[in-house]
């Protein structure tokens, strides 16, 4: 479906904008300038007819967003949380769209569970509530079991989301192939790359079966953070478009005065919402992925409550240690180690000057130490990040994609709470911690306990594949002449590598 009738559908989303009055707020959001304001106007005008009308009692932005179905209202849920790059009023306005959508019938509702779970719906359920909180691709009901009269959560998958997400994937590789074609320079950014990246993640959102599953294994994980906690699922009433969990009861953590009200400390909640992200990214490598205000609650006690496990990140050992070493040398000002860093791991071209590079991380990084966090503008920092990575030929990594996006999200909701923070000053203990055992002697010892354990398991096949290189070395077919230093250099290191580990294996 990926043709260029799409082209329909990316007009619209710009008639759509001009139509309800958006376009206008978001070029205002973003300081837009004139010829760039002239531009679109010129550009979307003609087309305005094309756009949906949205909800006229909702603002602009929101109406616009809503009308446009799932994949943008998910785009608006990320920019609610960035105050700092929206502006205030509009992050209030689109924070309606992480659970305030309008909700679909109890009928449906009833109808999906009862189909789903395969017993009627009166067997299950002693009560069951409207809608407590309705998003983009679910809603959520307060129901209490027929058996046992506990409390739980009912999230159900609206109808027919999977056709419609479809619809807006496929408009947004049309827009992402026209990028490509358009714009070459945009190709070091890999718009396809991300949008398959963003199609694999959101796709698993809709099967409420991996979520049970993420939710389970991510309870799993965090069970001894203070201050955390993760609501238990109900397997037997869960399936692909049903999941039950415990009831979760707390204030929602974008609600600042009823978080004051309560008497919680908004300071300490900000922190602890930071720390426990880098500890469950840096700790673990598997982090939740949609970390905005409308997926946390205070509870009574002051714990953090998440729930909402539709999208969650997963980074290797070594992409961790490799993170870990950028955020620590930016704690540590020290850009040269961060710029080598960024080569050793390939993620800049090695025909690039790592001087130069390290050079232009400074400028980046030097105007956040020691200032006001509300001081600092996050667009104009982004911006120019952006300037460095392009000039540099960074590409886009998509296995880093969620966990940058979340960064940032979850800084914007603990920015929310406390406008004042300085993110690298909370986010020292947790990286210095994980620098000291991941990178080190230990972490050494660790990894040569590892090769080994592995050699072991390989053990029974090791004299067939020893006799299979020596028949192999002693009858090697003839290499063109320019080959076999290297082939002979080849070996060579093949054979040292088998005594070294065999070596290690046994101090080990």
């Known amino acids: 479906m990926r043709g260029p009738h799409n082209i329909i559908r990316l007009i619209r989303t710009g008639a759509t904008l001009e139509r309800t009055g958006a376009m206008k707020v978001v070029l205002d959001a973003f300081d837009a300038g004139p010829l760039l304001r002239i531009t679109f106007r010129t550009l979307v005008w003609p087309f305005r007819w094309l756009g949906y009308k949205g909800d006229v009692t909702t603002p602009p932005a929101v109406r616009a967003l ?50 789903e779970l395969g017993v009627p719906f009166d067997q299950l359920f002693s009560a069951f509530s409207e809608p407590v909180a309705a998003a983009s691709l679910a809603q959520v009901h307060k129901a209490h079991l027929a058996d046992t009269g506990e409390a739980v959560a009912v999230k159900i998958l609206r109808p027919g989301i999977e056709r419609a997400f479809r619809r807006d994937i496929d408009a947004f590789y049309f827009a992402a192939r ?13 718009p396809i790359d991300v949008i398959t990246h963003f199609e694999g993640v959101v796709m698993g959102e809709l099967d409420l079966r991996l979520e049970s599953s993420a939710a389970a294994e991510f309870a799993a994980n965090t069970e001894n953070d203070t201050g955390f906690q993760v609501p238990q699922i109900r397997w037997h009433l869960s399936g692909r478009r049903v999941m039950t969990l415990d009831w979760a009861e707390g204030t929602n953590i974008g609600d600042n005065a009823a978080l004051d009200a309560a008497g919680h400390d908004r300071r300490a909640l900000a922190t ?115 300037e460095v990575t392009e000039r540099f030929g960074m ?38 911690d994980y620098v000291k055992d991941s990178i080190g002697p230990k972490a050494l010892l660790r ?12 053990g029974p096949q ?25 082939a002979r250099l080849s070996w060579m290191a093949l054979g040292a590598a088998i005594v070294g580990t065999a070596w290690i294996a046994s101090l080990l």
Do not use: C
């Not at 309008?102 to 999906?112: G, L």
């Not at 026209?178 to 890999?190: D, N």
């Not at 994609?401 to 000053?425: C, F, K, Y």
């Not at 090791?462 to 290297?486: S, V």
């Open 66 to 115: 809503t009308a446009l179905g799932p994949a943008y209202i998910k785009f608006g849920q990320i920019l609610s949380t960035r105050p700092d790059v929206v502006g205030d009023e509009l992050a209030v306005q689109l924070r309606v769209l992480q659970d305030k959508l309008p909700p679909f019938s109890m009928a449906d509702a009833k109808e999906t569970i009862q189909k």
């Open 178 to 190: 026209a990028i490509e074609l358009l714009s070459p320079a945009s190709r070091r950014l890999r």
């Open 272 to 386: 602890r919402v930071l720390q426990l992200f880098l500890n469950h990214a840096l700790r673990d490598g598997y982090f939740h992925g949609d970390m905005h205000q409308g997926n946390l609650k205070v509870a009574a006690d002051g714990n953090i409550i998440a729930y909402d496990f539709g999208i969650m990140g997963r980074i290797d050992e070594y992409t961790r240690r490799v993170y870990a070493e950028i955020l620590f040398g930016f704690i540590r000002k020290d850009y040269q180690r961060v710029a080598e860093v960024h080569f050793e791991a390939g993620y800049v071209p090695a025909d690039r000057d790592v001087d130069e590079f390290a050079r232009a991380l400074r400028a980046v990084g030097e105007p956040i130490f020691g200032m006001d966090a509300s001081r600092i503008s996050m667009a104009r920092l982004l911006s120019y990040l952006f």
């Open 395 to 432: 590409e886009t990594r998509t296995e880093l994609i969620l966990l940058q996006r979340t960064m940032v999200v979850v800084e914007g909701v603990a920015r929310s709470l406390d406008p004042h923070m300085n993110i690298w000053q909370v986010a020292k203990p947790v990286v210095e």
């Open 447 to 458: 990894d040569l306990a590892k090769t080994a354990m592995i050699l072991a398991r390989f």
């Open 462 to 486: 090791l004299p067939r594949l020893t006799e299979d290189a020596l028949i192999r070395l002693n009858n090697p077919p003839a290499p063109p002449k320019p080959q076999r230093r290297i």
